[in-house]
């Protein structure tokens, strides 16, 4: 019962939490464009907004057990080992969400005032979601369903050990809270980091062996970042402190808005529509189906920002096309959908694109007009290869037909005139990033439920929070993250890391040749989201 009440209150609070960061940002362009203003307190919502969705999707993803993580082929392993590792992971899962909980609470009552306000709400009210996500987060990973009921109660020690963890923090609130026990609490304090000094590498080693064995990785980098400042005397704070600034920037709120726009499009039957026009576009020239493929899947996956979307959208339809009638091999058609199904991720707004931006403090705009002559090169390169296959194996075409391109053409307009309003908003200065986002969710549900009726206005709150665990997943990772950053820059590793590599590698081309290598390696073992993090 209270489980279904909390739940109901999580899916209404992540879709008003988007209903406003959708509102406020178009109004904001009406007021500029019509009225040469703006909306009062309109960028401090939206900042504050994304902090809800970032939590409430952490909240979420939890719940539902699909943060993002890593595999090393633990399936293989006997029950046994399985259970023990699954125990271990939720034990220290739920000791770095209460430890983090501890120093997002210290963070917000000791950088904010009580006067300071978000618009019209008090900041603490605004930022209270921080160690109440991560409370939430922490009780659900103790109380997985997945884990025996000797597990759930091992794994619920985790919150004794998450306040043992936290105690830097706390002992830094008492100490503002209760001034007159200065001597005591510095006494406490210096026993605190001198215990995490001792226990840093175990807890370390634990800790990256565990993101291997499964942990969800924003509670591995969350607790390697944790234990790295406790270890060097820092103040914990710094890690929520990071993640405010983080998803406080400016353009951060553009990924749970394309997010949405792409989930809501791949709901719709936008993708019958573009499949019917490349076809009749191009199914006339040798590989046309192929050409087809690779032309749709790209124009997804630029809002989906994930191939799996764009795989599970339109990975049953495109394959029927091109198996029907012994086309393609299977194996071939298999191939290339799952290499299609990511390379719309270098054209603009792609999703991965706006997250390096943000994470390595690059121009998003220069990457998205550096992304363009490489993504044309891999998807003429994807064709050639469909030509080719086509042509050697004589795969049969489809003719012309004018009346049939015009009728599909008229069908899937406003489909097509999507990236057309992005890159015009964008680029011409009329709406920035996280406008243009808004704009583009705005112009999505227009069309498909109101135009198309693909979607009842009803079936959008399911449609939102249907991306809400991708959002979430992304987001808490890169709020952690930025923790983990700070410590590394404080220690100068990127400096003796270059310095490194200068010394042992002299020649550009080695360079790149062992970049890509690790690049390769990497993108066996994660997801884009957390490569880039």
Known sequence: MHDTILRRIENWAAFAA??????????????????????????????????????????????????????????????????????????????????????????????????????????????????????????????????????????????????????????????????????????????????????????????????????????????????????????????????????????????????????????????????????????????????????????????????????????GLLYFILTDKHAYEEHYATGLLTASGSIGLLFPPSLPVILYGVVAGVSIKDMFLGGIIPGIIMVVALSLSGVYSAVKFNIPRSPFSLKATIGSLKSSVWEVLLPVIILVLYFTGIATLVETGAVAVLYIVVVEVFIHHDKRLKDLPDMVLKSIPIIGGVLVILAVARGLSYYIIDMELPMRLTEWVRSVISSRFVFLLLLNIVLLITGCLMDIYSAIM
């Open 18 to 315: 988007v209903f406003f960061l959708v509102l406020f940002s178009v109004l904001e362009i009406v007021a500029r464009t019509f009225f040469k203003t703006g909306v009062p307190g309109s960028s401090d919502y939206v900042q504050h907004l994304v902090i809800w969705i970032t939590f409430l999707g952490g909240m979420i993803t939890s719940r539902e057990d699909r943060h993002l993580s890593l595999s090393i082929g633990i399936e293989h392993f006997s029950p046994r080992w399985k259970s023990f590792i699954r125990t271990l992971n939720a034990f220290i899962s739920t000791t770095i969400a209460f430890a983090l909980a501890g120093s997002s609470l210290s963070f917000i009552l000791l950088a904010f005032s009580p006067e300071k306000t978000v618009g019209i709400i008090p900041i603490r009210v605004a930022t209270v979601i921080l160690p109440l996500g991560y409370c939430v987060m922490g009780v659900r990973f103790f109380l997985d369903k997945k884990l025996s009921a000797r597990g759930r109660l091992f794994s619920a020690f985790g919150i004794l050990a998450g306040f043992l963890f936290s105690l830097g923090s706390l002992l830094n609130l008492v100490m503002f809270l209760k001034p007159d026990y200065p001597s005591l609490c510095d006494t406490l304090v210096a026993l605190y980091y001198r215990a995490a000094s001792v226990v840093v590498w175990p807890a370390f080693i634990i800790l990256v062996a565990s993101v291997f064995l499964g942990l969800p990785l924003f509670i591995g980098l969350g607790g390697i970042a944790y234990i790295l400042l406790a270890a060097s005397g820092a103040s914990l704070e710094v890690i929520p402190n990071e993640a405010y600034t983080m998803l406080t920037g400016n353009s951060i709120a553009a990924i749970p808005l394309f997010t949405i726009a792409g989930f809501v499009l791949s709901e719709s039957k936008a993708g019958e529509r573009l499949v019917g026009l490349f076809r009749n576009l191009f199914g006339f020239l040798p590989g046309g189906l192929a050409v087809v493929s690779v032309l749709v899947c790209a124009f997804f996956t630029t809002f989906t920002g994930a191939s799996g979307v764009t795989i599970l959208a339109l990975g």
